[in-house]
Structures are given as C-alpha cells and as structure tokens.
C-alpha cells in the first residue's frame, strides 16, 4: 500500500493540503508538526519542515523512520532559471541536485553538486511520481508545465550574476532552498521521490519584489497539483 509522504519549507506551502486531509493525527518530531492522515483516500502525511536543506533531510529521515512513508513528494515555491518559465508555471523535477556544493579544489574532477563517496551529482526523480505529477500539473495549469532538473541551495538567489552561475553549473530550470536535499535523503533511503514546484519570482534582480506579491498564489496552485498527484496514486493503486 502507498503512503505518501508530503513535504512544503513553509506555512503557505501545505495549508491548503492539511485543510483537505480527512482522519488526522498530528505529533511533533523535532520541531516539526507530522499530519498523518488520508488525502483524497490515499494515506499520507502532511509536514512543514522549515526552510533550508539541514531541515528538509532531517524531515525526510523522520517520514521515513517513524511513519513508514513508501513514497515522497516536496511541493512549493521556486526561483525561475529559464526563460521560457513565468511566474504561476510549474516544474517537475526530473532530477535534483545542490548548486552550492563543491569540493573542487579538494578533486577537479568534482563537478559543483558532487558529493565524495556517492556515484551522483543529481538525484533521480520516480519515473511513475513524475509521470503523475506532469500529469496533475497539466490538468490544474495546461501548457505552462515542464519537466527537468532543480537545484537547490542555502541561498534565496536574487541576482543575474548569480543565476547566470547556476544555470552554467547545473543545467536546472529553477532553484530553491530544498528539494535537492529532500531527494539526497530519499535516495539514500531507496525512496521514489518527486518535487513539484511553481514559480514565485524570476530569481534575479526583480526576485525580492516579486516573491512576496507572487509566493502564496504560486504556493497554492502547487498544492493543488500535489492534491491531484494524490488522487491518481490512488487510483493506481
């Protein structure tokens, strides 16, 4: 049986969804609130686990330790590195990796993102999670859905420079702070993952005007992708 474990950095990100969750049970873990329970009939767990990527591995390895979760989805905010990605698109991930990594002066053979010991820079995302997520997302936001890599950091990026530097480091097509977390801690614990994300700023020079009009708009139609995600596993089932 499937029991999917959802995970947002903030309020706006999962108040929606804890709103739609029928026969809750909460419990607190390490200063996060756990919301377990069923969503649209399928048993899942709802948490906030704050901001940054100490917090989101430290959430996961929790979902998975305590409330036996077989699959995992991070929805939220993110930061545009495409062009062609607006403010209210929507981004599955196909990978995930971290652009604020690097021990390339320890190796040159590390590429930014690399962690030593592990065999990849970016973590795969679950064939059948993204192929729900697309699906989900096509059916809340037609055409303004695409699937590729996120890449996450310590960091709310706020400038060209900078997003000029990670969009040649990793090839991602949005950055927050993160699902590159969420998938290292998925991965190493053998559970399918995806992160669906929507786009609140562009994640440049505009990015500290755009964030705050844009973020709970964005927040909100990415929980209702996560919703409908939901309603298909069941389904599928």
């Not at 309020?11 to 069923?38: I, N, P, W, Y």
Request: hydrophobic share 45%; proline share 3%.
């Amino acid at each position: 049986m499937i029991k999917l474990g959802i995970i947002g950095a903030m309020t706006v990100e999962v108040k929606t969804l804890k709103q739609q969750m029928s026969g809750m049970c909460v419990s607190k873990r390490a200063g996060m609130e756990f919301f377990d329970g069923h969503l649209d009939g399928l048993p899942a767990v709802i948490v906030q686990c704050g901001v940054g990527k100490v917090n989101a591995a430290l959430c996961v390895q929790i979902l998975c330790d305590c409330f036996g979760i077989t699959h995992l989805v991070n929805t939220g905010v993110a930061g545009s590195l495409c062009a062609q990605l607006d403010i209210g698109d929507l981004v599955i991930s196909q990978d995930a990796m971290y652009h604020d990594f690097t021990c390339h002066a320890l190796n040159p053979n590390y590429k930014v993102g690399q962690i030593p010991g592990l065999d990849v820079a970016a973590f795969p995302a679950d064939d059948l999670l993204v192929r729900c997520a697309e699906s989900a997302a096509q059916k809340i936001h037609p055409g303004h859905v695409r699937v590729g890599r996120i890449a996450s950091g310590d960091q709310f990026v706020a400038s060209k420079e900078q997003k000029s530097q990670i969009v040649s480091d990793t090839g991602a097509l949005c950055t927050e702070m993160e699902g590159g977390a969420i998938a290292h801690a998925a991965w190493r614990n053998k559970v399918p993952f995806v992160i669906i994300r929507a786009i609140s700023d562009k994640a440049d020079d505009s990015a500290q005007m755009d964030y705050p009009s844009f973020e709970a708009a964005a927040a909100e139609r990415c929980a209702n992708v996560t919703q409908c995600l939901a309603s298909q596993l069941k389904n599928a089932e």
